[in-house]
Structure formats: C-alpha cells, structure tokens
C-alpha cells in the first residue's frame, strides 16, 4: 500500500525541510506539495493562511499520506494549532500534521549559554511572535529578539543568492539582529529558503555565534517521532520515493526545485480549492 509521508510548503523553501529528512530516512516514500501559485503566506492573514494550508493538507491526505509536515514557518506558525484541534478529527484520528517551529526551538537549551537568542525570519512569522511564544513555553528565561528579512527570499527564488547584493542584505539585516541584542550567541533561520544563504550569513555572523538550520532538526524530531509512534510507522510505506506537486508552472517548479536540492525533479501540477 503506498501510505507515503507528506510534506507541504506555501512556496520551494520547504524542499531544504525535505532534503534532509530525506538524507536521514531515505528509505521511506514522501509526496512534496508547493502551493507556488499562492506563495507568499507571509504577508497573508491568519484566516487565509489557514484555509489555504488545510486545502493542502486535506490534498495530501486524499493521496494517501497518514503523516503531513508542514515544512513552512509561515503554516506551522498560523495554521497548525487550528488544524490539530479544528479538522483532524474530521480528517479521522489515525492522520497526524506535524510543525516546524518546535523541534527547532526544542534544541535552544542545549545550545544557547548566554539564554540571547535571535531569530531571523519572514516578517509573518516575526510578527505572528510564534517563536518568542514556543520559546517562552519551553525556555521561560531566553531572551528572544526577531528580525524580519523580506528581501532574502526573493533572492534565494531569483537566483542570487551567491551575488554580491546578497552580501549587502544579509550583512544589513544580521548588522540589525546584533545591533539590537549584542548577547545573542544562538541564531534561528526562521525560514526555510534562508540555508541557501547559510555561507553568507556566517560571513557576518560573529565568531561563538550558533546558527540553527531547521532542516537537521526537523529530520531528527521527525525521526524520533515515528520511533515513539510504531503505529503510525507502520504505516508509512517505504520504497523509497519521492513525487512533487505543484499549484503553478510545472516547468518553473523544476527549475526552481534544482537550485534547492541540487537534481532534477518529475513535477506535476495540481489544484487546491
């Protein structure tokens, strides 16, 4: 039976998620759905995040997937919460949709020592203060100080993420993080474009500075999480593949998917709605 894993993202930062969890479980099947039509979510209002990321989810649930990670900060932050106590039950109680934000934050307290942590993000999710709030549930006393930075996904998406205008953002907004909580030794890529810009954000990160890459973290919490929940394991099939869906250009998804996970991709289109 095919019982693939999902993995939903409003855009293609969601494939950086997917890549490793599929380096860390590549043995398992994962369908990945890009709503590209609709990207961004950021600058969108809790109500239209959510319907849109239900659409997905209740998408990836008709192609048979028992598990759907919502691999974008954006969703996870507006959408999740709702959808885990509105739909679910609706969707029936043997299907699970997982978030992002957590297991990052989760790995704050082995990390961070002077408890100044700084997050960098898309201003939706700076704004919707969703990692001050989980940090705050596990970590009451880290000081959390985000920094919105609306010009890097729009250059990792058009291709430059290795020009020299990229050094003038990442170095104004990194310069903005420090400038307002010099303490800060652990940062958070709040967004999954941003470790396409990994290099040039250690270029202006001080020395003894941290920096959280979601992807590895999700992977391993994901991985611990089927190990804790054999029933839902089981169900999973496991042969191995992987199938890419997206809302918009089906040629433009393949050339963007190359820039993300370094191959080719067979994409199809689909509708949501």
């Known amino acids: 039976m095919y ?11 969601g494939l950086t998620i997917l890549k490793q969890i599929r380096r860390m479980m590549p043995e398992y099947d994962y369908i990945y759905l890009g709503d590209n039509a609709r990207t961004p979510y950021g600058s969108r209002s809790f109500e239209v995040v959510y319907e849109f990321t239900r659409q997905a989810v209740g998408k990836l649930f ?22 885990q106590q509105n739909d ?18 989760e790995s704050i307290g082995q990390v961070s020592r002077t408890r100044h942590v700084g997050i960098l993000a898309t201003e939706g999710t700076i704004l919707s203060q969703s990692y001050p709030l989980e940090i705050e549930k596990l970590y009451p006393d880290v000081v959390v100080t ?46 999954t474009h941003y470790p396409l810009l990994l290099e040039k954000i250690k270029k202006y990160t001080p020395e003894g500075i941290r920096i959280l890459s979601q992807g590895e973290y999700v992977a391993t919490s994901l991985q611990d999480y089927l190990y804790r929940h054999p029933e839902m394991d089981e169900r ?28 080719k991709v067979d994409v199809r289109h689909t509708v949501l709605g």
């Open 236 to 263: 999973c099939s496991k042969k191995a593949t992987c199938c890419f869906y997206t809302t918009e250009s089906v040629q433009k998804f393949m050339d963007s998917a190359t820039l993300f996970l370094q191959e």
């Open 62 to 83: 008709s192609m048979g997937c028992p598990l759907v990670i919502l691999a974008c900060n954006t969703a996870s932050a507006k959408a999740l919460r709702t959808i």
């Open 146 to 191: 985000g920094q919105s930075c609306p010009l890097w996904v729009p250059l990792v998406e058009n291709g430059e993420a290795d020009s020299m205008g990229a050094d003038y953002f990442v170095k104004k907004y990194m310069d903005g993080l420090l400038e307002r909580d010099p303490q800060i030794d652990t940062i958070i890529l709040g967004c």
């Open 3 to 13: 019982a693939p894993i999902g993995v939903f993202d409003s855009g293609y930062g």
């Open 88 to 105: 679910l039950q609706r969707w029936g109680e043997a299907r699970r949709v997982l978030g992002i934000i957590r297991p990052t934050v």
